[in-house]
């Protein structure tokens, strides 16, 4: 192209005088060759970057309108041009902002930073979003930004984030409705959404990410667990934790993995009554076995005549030997902290009796959370 065939005087003619079709013709023209990089010497990148700075700056929004559309596709234009466009109009600066890939971290920061929700909703579709500006968006923006994030599939997004994001919209359906629908979701998060999700989201949770039966059948499992422990916190009485522990166990639902889950939450009740029926030992004989200073085989004994697994047993003496050494309550209060301390119980096991593997632990861990 000869250097664009323009002159310094051409360049300053572009500044004045010309109609607002003649601007954007000229601007689509010389953008094309400088995308493309055809017969374009280093001179003549100059002066077409020196056109596009006085063309940031023209009065008329419809000329930094074609320039904006014109260069997205650019390859390293200089700062200040685009500094120029992504604080301009939002119709100048938006589609600008979704498309050009010379945008650095720093830059994408900055739009978010502006509050300015158009834009923020341009970053947050912008093509493979790298994870620290996924997770910025999912603690800084409004709902709508979020929604627009979590809509881009291509966005790289950490579990941290998927954490955060199921913590701050548990109670928001939408969100977790374009959740659930998301392409890539890690099975942990899956199982950590269970928490959260109405029974209808669930289902489409499952069917939606295709899991294999028995991961589905086990979260569906987990779920009513979580739910029948839920109504067992309400209860304060032996006689209603006696009943309902009696329902569950003429109905086949009294499983090794509800009782393991109640001790591990500290739900101490259910747990001595759901002994007593599993294992046909009276009520008073439990609580002496679990806690009159008996010898770890003898509770071992009665866990397997429970039918509760060995592979569950240090998830069961890592929660008593809990409540042993703060004198737990069992309150609702202090679920959280108790269930933290048993985690840590089953992270620190490694004698020789009971050393696990990464998997069992995992496996156990997955029995509280």
């Not at 500094?83 to 971290?105: C, H, M, Q, R, W």
Request: hydrophobic share 40%; with cysteine.
């Amino acid at each position: 192209m000869n250097d664009l065939n323009l002159t310094q005087e051409d360049v300053a003619s572009l500044a004045k005088g010309q109609s607002v079709e003649n601007k954007s013709s000229t601007i689509k023209k010389i953008a094309h060759y400088y995308v493309s990089g055809e017969e374009l010497s280093e001179r003549g990148r100059q002066l077409a970057e020196d056109i596009f700075r006085i063309m940031v700056q023209d009065i008329e929004v419809k000329v930094r309108e074609v320039l904006a559309e014109s260069i997205k596709n650019s390859r390293n234009l200089p700062h200040d041009i685009v500094a120029n466009i992504i604080s301009d109009t939002e119709t100048v600066s938006v589609p600008f902002i979704k498309i050009y890939n010379g945008l650095s971290n720093d830059d994408l920061i900055s739009i978010i930073e502006s509050r300015d929700v158009s834009k923020q909703k341009a970053v947050a579709s912008r093509h493979a979003l790298p994870e620290e500006i996924s997770h910025i968006i999912s603690q800084k923006c409004p709902d709508e930004v979020v929604s627009t994030l979590i809509l881009n599939e291509s966005a790289q997004i950490a579990e941290e984030t998927y954490e955060s994001l199921i913590n701050r919209y548990k109670d928001n359906e939408d969100i977790k409705e374009k959740l659930v629908y998301r392409a890539q979701l890690p099975a942990n998060i899956i199982s950590k959404m269970m928490d959260v999700l109405s029974d209808e989201l669930k289902k489409r949770l499952i069917m939606v990410h295709d899991l294999p039966e028995n991961i589905a059948s086990d979260l569906v499992e987990q779920v009513k667990e979580k739910s029948t422990l839920k109504i067992s916190e309400d209860f304060s009485s032996d006689k209603q934790i006696d009943d309902l522990v009696r329902q569950l166990y003429k109905s086949d639902r009294l499983t090794p993995s509800l009782v393991v889950r109640a001790i591990c939450m500290g739900d101490l009740k259910f747990f001595e009554y759901a002994l007593v029926y599993l294992s046909d030992t009276p009520l008073l004989e439990v609580r002496k076995i679990l806690f009159n200073n008996q010898a770890d085989f003898v509770i071992r004994n009665l866990l397997r005549k429970a039918f509760i697994p060995k592979s569950m047993f240090p998830a069961v003496f890592s929660a008593l030997n809990v409540i042993k050494d703060i004198k737990f309550d069992c309150g609702k209060n202090a679920k959280d902290t108790f269930v933290h301390k048993v985690i840590e119980r089953i992270l620190s096991i490694n004698n020789a009796d009971e050393e696990l593997s990464e998997s069992d632990i995992n496996y156990l861990i997955s029995k509280i959370s």
